[in-house]
Structure formats: structure tokens, C-alpha cells
């Protein structure tokens, strides 16, 4: 047992991720469905739990292996994983605001101070390092930055506009600056490790949430934001066009980078086809939908079965 919690990774915490951002998109479906909140807070219980297991697997990891914990923030690639835990905050209190709104702002701001801490240190850290190079650039480098955009949808009405906007513009400024340099990584070096390709789909997150972070700050779904829906179909079905690379490789918990960024896109379908954008983006969206829940049931099964057979949390 101590040898696979010293192998914990922090990459762990897309799990929640993943999970979360399906019950905030279940709770989407079920209020345009006007149907009963069961899957949303089934999902939502779920969440909190795997989050609370999560977090106390991974504090006993810093107090027993410190080092460890210092070897991956020192990782060109984990170091990015890092905000997963803030962004997971954050999504819990998106999930929490309909229903309990007090604690849903005491989430929203935990996570937004962390967000912001991991965001300054890690982008300070790329710019004064002595290790980074053009190989190590994936996907996973917009977690920190481009995370930002989450906090502008949770802290929307409990902190001054400002807030909000700042953290828009950041999220915004680093997705444009990070495409580019990931499109140049990918198009003229080597291909992605394996165990990074399900990164891929991160992609579709950014224009999504910066979509229904706009949307949460304007309240309108204007020609930006129509731009921003449209970029994030356009990652999807680049991504679905290369769907045979997808499965081709073997399970990694770097899986789990399909759930999120389907639910976000799922989100931005249902508030695109909610504020004029026709029937066809609803469609879309729960369409969407039931394929995030299945996806989100084979993810939690395979994990599962990673787990038992020791495919995970072992060293590399």
C-alpha cells in the first residue's frame, strides 16, 4: 500500500473533474428537460466523495513523501495537474450554488484563492525555468492558465464584476498565446506520448467554458460568444475525425481528459440552443449528454479495474 500512495498522482484529480463537470451538465439537461434532479445528485454525492477520498489519499502523500510531491511539481508535465484540485473546487461549488448557495460561494472562493496561487506560481515557473523544452508542451498546459475561465463562471455575483473580467481576460490571453504554441509542438515535432494523447480533448474546453463564462458575465449570446461556441465544435469534430488514434492506445488515467471538456461542451450546446440559438444545439447537447454519462460509466469501471490489477499508481 505505501509504495502505490507513494505513486499517487496528482493527475488523480481529474477524476473529479470529469465527474462533476457531468453533474453540472445532468443538472443542465434536467432543467431543460424539466424533469426530476435524481442523476444530478446522485452525480453530485458521488463527486464530493471521490473529491473528500482524493484529497485525503493525497495529504497523506504530502506528509509521508514530500519529495515525491516536490518531484512532481517539478515534472514538466505534472506540474500542470496541480490547479485540477482548484478547478475541482470550483466545479463543486457551480454543482452546489443551485442548491445550497452559501456553500457553493464558500467553494467558489476556496477555489478561485488556490486557482489564482497555482496560476501565478506554475506560469512564473515556466517563464524562469531551466528545464522546460518544446517537447514537453501538451495539452495539460492549459489546466493553469486557461483555468481561469471557471472562476469567472463561479464567482460571478459574489465578487465585484472586476473579478470576474480579470480572470476572463487571463483565461482568455493564455488560451489564444498556449494554441499556438501547442499547434506549432504538435505540427512540426514529435508526436505526443501516448499516455498524453486523450489531452487532446482539452482542447474543446477552453472555447466552451470561455463561452459559458462570457455568457455568465454579459448575459448574451452575442457574435464573440457565437465565435468561441463555434471554435469549440470545431475541436470536436477535428478531434472525431482522428477518432482512431484514440483507440488504439492503452488505459492511463489520463483518460479521464475526455469527460470534462465533453461536459463543458455539452453545457455550451444547451445554453447556446436556450438563448435563441434554435433547436439543433439542443439536440446536439443531449445527444452529448448520453454520451458523457456513458463515457463517465466506463471511466469509473475501468479505473476500477486499473486499479485492482495495480495498472495505476505504480512508478514509471
Not at 485540477?84 to 452546489?96: C, D, E, G, K, Q
Not at 523544452?133 to 465585484?160: Q, R
Not at 481576460?169 to 514529435?190: E, K, M, P, T, Y
Not at 475541436?235 to 488504439?248: D, H, P, T, V
Amino acid at each position: 500500500m505505501g509504495g502505490r500512495l507513494k505513486n499517487f498522482p496528482v493527475p488523480f484529480f481529474s477524476v473529479v473533474m470529469g465527474i462533476a463537470g457531468a453533474t453540472i451538465a445532468s443538472q443542465r439537461v434536467e432543467a431543460s428537460l424539466q424533469t426530476g434532479a435524481v442523476v444530478s445528485g446522485v452525480l453530485l454525492l458521488l463527486s464530493v466523495t471521490v473529491f473528500a477520498l482524493i484529497l485525503c489519499l493525497y495529504t497523506v502523500k504530502m506528509m509521508l513523501y514530500t519529495d515525491e510531491v516536490k518531484k512532481e511539481f517539478r515534472d514538466p508535465v505534472r506540474i500542470n495537474f496541480f490547479p485540477t484540485v482548484s478547478i475541482s473546487l470550483l466545479l463543486l461549488a457551480v454543482a452546489f450554488s443551485p442548491l445550497h448557495p452559501r456553500v457553493g460561494a464558500t467553494l467558489a472562493l476556496t477555489g478561485a484563492i488556490l486557482q489564482f496561487f497555482f496560476f501565478l506560481v506554475i506560469v512564473a515557473e515556466w517563464i524562469r525555468h531551466e528545464r522546460f523544452e518544446i517537447k514537453h508542451m501538451n495539452p495539460s498546459w492549459f489546466i493553469p492558465a486557461v483555468g481561469n475561465l471557471l472562476i469567472s463562471i463561479a464567482c460571478t455575483g459574489i465578487t465585484p464584476a472586476i473579478v470576474s473580467w480579470f480572470f476572463f481576460s487571463a483565461g482568455i490571453f493564455f488560451w489564444l498565446v498556449l494554441q499556438v504554441i501547442l499547434f506549432s509542438r504538435i505540427i512540426f515535432n514529435a508526436p505526443l506520448p501516448e499516455k498524453l494523447v486523450p489531452t487532446f480533448f482539452i482542447l474543446i474546453a477552453p472555447p466552451a467554458v470561455g463561452f459559458l463564462a462570457y455568457f455568465k458575465l454579459t448575459g448574451v449570446v452575442d457574435n464573440f460568444a457565437t465565435f468561441l461556441f463555434c471554435v469549440a465544435l470545431l475541436m470536436f469534430f477535428l478531434l472525431l475525425s482522428l477518432g482512431r488514434m484514440f483507440f488504439q492506445i492503452r488505459f492511463f488515467i489520463s483518460w479521464w481528459a475526455y469527460s470534462f471538456p465533453l461536459a463543458a461542451l455539452t453545457m455550451a450546446s444547451l445554453a447556446y440552443h436556450h438563448h435563441g440559438g434554435g433547436e439543433v444545439p439542443l439536440y446536439f447537447g443531449l445527444g452529448l449528454f448520453l454520451l458523457l454519462a456513458l463515457l463517465i460509466l466506463f471511466l469509473i469501471i475501468r479505473t476500477l479495474i486499473a486499479i485492482l490489477r495495480h495498472e495505476i499508481c505504480v512508478e514509471e
